[in-house]
């Protein structure tokens, strides 16, 4: 006999705790399923440890630097990676049993712990149970893509996932992956103390940004002593003693990297290969994520498929804005859809990158009237006082519009920062709203102003 249900939801990451609890307050009996760990990825093996893991690094990388400031730290500053790995673990901890304590506590919520599975599109089993509903939300997710590569089948490697378990300082880390998530541990370990090397495929770091952006991004992590090689047209993995040698050139007499570990960042794919889809009536696409609709609905009546697995975003925000959506479509007679999102995101080395809407590069491709404004760091007081100098901030706006199309903050509180240009762009009023604004002084966001002051077209 099946258990019957008004809705299941496959997966607790970012998006299926909150649609659950919602669905059940609005009375819909409810199911969820989660067959590992409570919170997802985000919570568990992403951005929570990960930005755990950066304040650590930044907390040594700023006691090295103590003397610049006049500070004097006694003797040489070092890092105990069993207490880093100790507090990443505490919070953790926190915000893994807030979402597993939530779900529980929730009324007309039923937590199953094990593996979804479709057995029609009306019915999933969990463990030894038969779940039915007529709505069926999957918040799957995804985990760090391992590519083939020759000789990888003999070395150990290691993940996004296994590296929180590393409570010890690799002697050289060589990632594999020169892009957001391959970078914040780049920095970090370095910071740590260990050598690192990033191996990328590509000609740059974060293809998808603009040149100037990522060749000041490759500026940062090099002055801190991070290794890099791009272009890297054959990666391969072989045992050498203790250690492990990669291979990135094709060209003769290029030496192999000497690591001792090797940590792989080179993407992501969707949880969609175990998840009896088959049986569903839904195709995946080639690369296994599930395709939607603006409002989040799959090919299949009643199947709704949020958070990365719907491959219409890779970030938190992104997942958690599908729940808004869909809520909002099933609940609040507002039909909101993903078309409406304004790309956004951050890459947390420090300092950090924010980003949003177009890049300079899309601008250009869109062939439309723009203009551009530029800011080094260096020209901005608080940075000065802080010497975290590092970086600029440009900015992109329609020339006729006056709308704001696009910006990167690249420096200190650029992750911060850019999120009032994000609501400017939201609003749909012009850059010149900014201007009128008295900003606080001394920070980066006062400069803002000054900057939209002295657009230029962009040639
Ligand atoms: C190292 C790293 C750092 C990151 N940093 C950031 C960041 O700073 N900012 C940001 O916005 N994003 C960041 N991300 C991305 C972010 O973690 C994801 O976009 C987000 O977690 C996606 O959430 P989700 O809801 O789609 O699924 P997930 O968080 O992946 O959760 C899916 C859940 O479903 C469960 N599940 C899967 N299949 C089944 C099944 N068949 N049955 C039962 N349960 C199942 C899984 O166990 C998992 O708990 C980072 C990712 C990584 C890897």
């Given amino acids: 006999m099946a258990e019957k249900f008004d809705a299941i939801v496959i997966g607790t990451g970012q998006a299926g705790p909150s649609l659950a609890t919602r669905m059940a307050r609005e009375g819909m009996k409810t199911a969820i399923i989660e067959r590992k760990l409570f919170g997802g990825t985000c919570v568990n093996v992403g951005c929570i440890p990960t930005k755990t893991l950066v304040a650590s690094a930044r907390a040594a990388h700023m006691a090295r630097r103590g003397e610049e400031f006049g500070v004097t730290v006694g003797g040489p500053i070092r890092v105990d990676m069993k207490r880093v790995k100790e507090r990443k673990d505490g919070v953790v901890r926190q915000s893994n049993q807030g979402v597993t304590n939530w779900l529980k506590?929730?009324?007309?919520?039923?937590?199953?712990?094990?593996?979804?599975?479709?057995?029609?599109?009306?019915?999933?089993?969990?463990?030894?149970?038969?779940?039915?509903?007529?709505?069926?939300?999957?918040?799957?997710?995804?985990?760090?893509?391992?590519?083939?590569?020759p000789g990888l089948g003999d070395v150990e490697y290691l993940t996004?996932?296994?590296?929180?378990?590393?409570?010890?300082?690799?002697?050289?880390?060589?990632?594999?992956?020169?892009?957001?998530?391959?970078?914040?541990f780049a920095q970090m370990y370095r910071r740590f103390g260990s050598r690192?090397?990033?191996?990328?495929?590509?000609?740059?770091?974060?293809?998808?940004?603009?040149?100037?952006?990522?060749?000041?991004?490759?500026?940062?992590?090099?002055?801190?002593?991070?290794?890099?090689?791009l272009n890297a047209d054959c990666i391969g993995f072989?045992?050498?003693?203790?250690?492990?040698?990669?291979?990135?050139?094709?060209?003769?007499?290029?030496?192999?990297?000497?690591?001792?570990?090797?940590l792989f960042a080179v993407g992501r794919k969707p949880n969609t290969?175990?998840?009896?889809?088959?049986?569903?009536?839904?195709?995946?696409?080639?690369?296994?994520?599930?395709?939607?609709?603006?409002?989040?609905?799959?090919?299949?009546?009643?199947?709704?498929?949020?958070?990365?697995?719907?491959?219409k975003g890779a970030f938190t925000h992104t997942a958690?804005?599908?729940?808004?959506?869909?809520?909002?479509?099933?609940?609040d007679n507002d039909p909101r859809r993903v078309s409406d999102r304004i790309t956004a995101y951050g890459l947390f080395i420090d300092p950090p990158l924010g980003r949003v809407g177009l890049t300079e590069r899309e601008v250009r491709a869109s062939g439309r009237k723009a203009l551009v404004g530029?800011?080094?760091?260096?020209?901005?007081?608080?940075?000065?006082?802080?010497?975290?100098?590092?970086?600029?901030?440009?900015?992109?706006?329609d020339a006729e519009s006056k709308h704001i199309l696009g910006a990167a903050i690249l420096g200190i509180g650029g992750d911060e920062i850019v999120q009032s240009l994000l609501d400017i762009m939201y609003a749909g009023v012009p850059y010149t709203v900014i201007q009128r604004a008295v900003h606080i002084h001394p920070t980066v966001a006062e400069l803002i102003p000054t900057l939209l002051g002295d657009l230029k077209p962009l040639e």
């Fill in 105 to 149: 506590g929730t009324e007309n919520l039923t937590v199953y712990e094990g593996h979804g599975r479709f057995e029609s599109p009306r019915s999933v089993r969990v463990n030894d149970t038969l779940l039915e509903a007529d709505k069926i939300i999957l918040n799957v997710g995804g985990r760090a893509f391992v590519p083939d590569m």
């Fill in 374 to 397: 530029k800011m080094m760091m260096a020209r901005v007081g608080r940075a000065r006082e802080r010497s975290e100098t590092q970086g600029f901030m440009k900015i992109l706006v």
């Fill in 238 to 262: 072989e045992k050498r003693g203790d250690g492990i040698a990669v291979s990135a050139s094709c060209a003769p007499g290029v030496e192999d990297i000497a690591g001792s570990h090797v």
């Fill in 273 to 311: 290969d175990d998840l009896g889809l088959d049986k569903a009536g839904i195709a995946t696409d080639e690369r296994g994520f599930i395709p939607v609709d603006d409002q989040l609905r799959t090919d299949v009546d009643g199947i709704y498929a949020i958070g990365d697995v719907n491959g």
């Fill in 320 to 331: 958690y804005n599908d729940y808004e959506i869909l809520a909002a479509n099933m609940f």
């Fill in 160 to 184: 996004n996932s296994s590296i929180m378990d590393v409570d010890f300082l690799p002697e050289h880390l060589v990632i594999v992956g020169g892009s957001y998530i391959g970078l914040e």
């Fill in 196 to 229: 690192v090397t990033v191996v990328e495929r590509g000609d740059r770091l974060i293809a998808r940004d603009d040149d100037d952006v990522s060749d000041t991004v490759r500026e940062i992590m090099e002055a801190e002593g991070v290794e890099i090689r």
